[in-house]
């Protein structure tokens, strides 16, 4: 250039494995999928490419489009997406990451999924079909005959977009349907009415405010009966190929996950078949919800991991003041403090795929650990991450402010998976029902607390602490955020004395349950050994 020189400036974080990471590596192994160790590694390097990381960006800066009607005034309701779109569809599908481990009999194959899920970290919007498609198929066995013709469907690995008849296609994906306008997560409130025909099937009238994602085949939805809320599946075609009546009225216009397509419909006669007994609506969706949740806890323990790496690969190659970033004191405060909320959030991640594993094959202690255990860490990973990934984009100065970056976008992506399957106080409030219904959760999840028992004073003190809190009945409600961050913190400092790198345990349980902590990132006391952390949390780059 005629004007200067273009000199200390960070090469693109690009030619990596998404998958080297140990924290997640070693929790696959703990949780028994060791064995899908080469396919984690080789979708994390396809993620750490240029070209998977460019699909991710077009898909965000092109979203997608509704079509309502052809150029002939027939009623369409198409959602066109980016070519981008379906690059990442198809990598997530034929890898498996949608209902692929209900077909899967080996052992730790929800782990797998769960650890494929989380390297897969290039965009966030495309994930949200991925998961539902996931979380369906235990919903949809509550009715074994509509199991029995859809779920094959929802577990091949086949990408096959484009409205058809479902039974005509290769492979399915799945939505869910389920909050009004009046209602949000308070679903007993929706009015959409279902009413029987002498056919077996039902006819839907109403609307959703949040129908998410519209372009696929099959949705589960709730509606009104005589016998009061019920689930019910819809398809997007009916077996004769004409279109079911679901207007998709608007696209919503969201803050982040610009690539996914989140409509508002309206069911218009709607035809639909029952899933489960009439006024258990609610009971049978709760397993897709948990499913769901599981997600938004590997979601965002993948963009606190994606936020770390880039932070310190920043740190790693730009010079501030004479010396590199990653070099000086309070720059390395920060990315051991962001490394150690990242590493909390993988180990707990694992532990959860790989109860959700149990449970699905019988383990009752382990379904029992998994109700707790996910209440509180869809509660509060979800909630660490905006302020995490506000932080590592602060990491990178100016450069992180601007869109190039791809900064911008994981920060706009962050608050969702908090208010995704319930916000805040609806997941601190089912943590509250849960232990007041299930005694035998309780005592799973502080069975599992109690493993790291004598390991660490800090940690045994703040499990007593927790404990105590749980006897004070009379404003239980007003303190449930508080007690689900405690029960979330000592259920992280267990797993990390258990399993964790010992600097990093060490790290956690000074800051995050003895509190020496500041009220911001980078306040880690010292003396702890941050040279391990940081390690750990920079990429490699061949």
Known sequence: MTTHEVFNQVPPLAGHDLADDAALLDGLAREGAGWAAPEVHELGVLAGTERAQEWGRLANEHPPVLRTHDRYGHRVDEVEFHPAWHELMNVAVTRGLHGAPWADEREGAHVARAAKFYAWRVDAGHGCPI????????????????????????????????????????????????TEKQGGSDVRANTTTATAHADGTYRLVGHKWFTSAPMCDLFLTLAQTAGGLTCFLVPRVLPDGTLNPLRLMRLKDKLGNKSNASSEVEYDNAVAWRVGDEGRGVRTIIEMVNMTRLDCVIGAAAGMRQGLITAAHHAAHRKAFGAYLIDQPLMRNVLADLAVESEAATVLMTRLAGATDRSV??????????????????????????????????????????????????????????IWEGSGNVA?????????KEPQAVEAFFGEVALAAGADARLDAAVTE???????????????????????????????????????????CATRLAGDWGGAYGTLPAGLDLAPIIERATPKIP
């Open 131 to 178: 998961s539902m498609t996931y979380a369906a198929v235990p919903a949809l066995r509550q009715s074994p005959e509509l199991a029995a013709r859809y779920e094959p469907l929802l577990a091949k690995t086949e990408y096959d977009f484009g409205l058809r008849a479902p039974l005509t296609k290769n492979a399915l994906l799945a939505g869910m349907s389920m």
């Open 428 to 436: 601190a409030l089912d943590l509250l029902r849960a232990m007041a």
């Open 361 to 418: 094959r019988g383990d009752a202690s382990e379904s029992a650990f998994k109700r707790l255990g996910l209440a509180v860490s869809k509660y509060w990973v979800c909630k660490r991450w905006p302020a995490h990934s506000a932080e590592a984009l602060e990491c990178l100065g100016g450069n992180g402010y601007v869109e190039e970056s791809g900064m911008p976008r994981l920060f706009r992506e962050s608050p969702l998976n908090s």
């Open 466 to 508: 927790v404990k105590d809190s749980l006897t004070d009945l009379a404003t239980i409600e007003l303190r449930a955020r508080r007690i689900a961050e405690r029960m979330a913190l000592v259920l992280q400092g267990s797993l990390l004395v258990r399993h964790g790198h010992p600097a990093v345990a060490d790290a956690f």
